[in-house]
């Protein structure tokens, strides 16, 4: 499986400001995700980060809010933007391989422990 | 009914046990299936994926059957190591390209020596 990293591993900030948060990955992958995990909570999806256009965001989430950059295949970035207490989460990049069946399987990045006061 | 429901636990065993986990998933038209294991303040990690006709890695085998929408993880001679939070995965979509995975709330698994 690909190493995937992220920077920073974790950070306090002050509400209302905005973080961005980096995810490297070793090997060139086409597909690259953002999931958040809230505290006590499994992983929810916040959207795809495609190369070369507009990230594809789930429902409940928007680009205002969440702005993400896909410069090439290997890195990507997601912004918290205008950050509340209610941001705090972990947030982890992931990347798929393609299985035989035309399924995927995902790896996940060490994630981003982001603490909002 | 929750897309990706899971025994609530936790499950705490001896050594040695043999200890089961169960997952229901609400979307009939979904394709993929895993298991991921979650250690505490650390990020998923594919345990195994879940195929038609069960699957089985050393100790642990997974099974699924699509008529009952219902996948199951066994775990055989339980290690302290395995002590973790099981999280049943299920892609929301048909297969494709999009990653879009479920996961369900885990089970956290605590082996005592």
């Known amino acids: 499986s690909a190493v995937i990293s992220q920077k920073p591993s974790r950070d306090i900030c002050q509400r209302g400001t905005s973080l961005t948060i980096q995810c490297q990955v070793d090997?060139?992958?086409?597909?690259m995700f953002w999931y958040r995990q809230q505290p006590g909570q499994s992983l929810t999806l916040i959207a795809t980060a495609n190369q070369g256009s507009e990230a594809t965001y789930e429902s409940g989430f928007v680009i205002d809010k969440f702005p993400i950059s896909r410069p090439n295949l290997t890195f990507s970035t997601l912004t918290v933007s205008n950050m509340s207490p209610e941001d705090s989460s972990i947030y982890l990049c992931s990347v798929a391989r393609l299985m035989g069946q035309g399924g995927n399987e995902q790896f996940f990045g060490p994630g981003t422990r982001l603490t909002v006061l | 009914r929750k897309e990706v429901e899971q025994d609530p636990g936790p499950f705490n065993v001896p050594e040695g046990a043999t200890v089961a986990f169960n997952c229901t998933y609400s979307n009939s038209a979904s394709q993929s299936f895993f298991w991921y294991r979650q250690d505490c303040r650390k990020e998923p990690k594919l345990l195994m994926s879940v195929y038609s006709s069960g699957n089985e890695d050393g100790r642990f085998t997974a099974q699924l059957n699509r008529a009952s929408q219902y996948i199951s993880l066994l775990i055989r001679d339980s290690k302290l190591s395995d002590s973790a939070t099981y999280l049943c995965v299920v892609n929301k979509k048909d297969g494709g390209s999009q990653g879009n995975l479920i996961f369900g709330k885990g089970t956290k698994l605590s082996v005592k020596p």
């Open positions: 090997s060139q992958v086409t597909m």
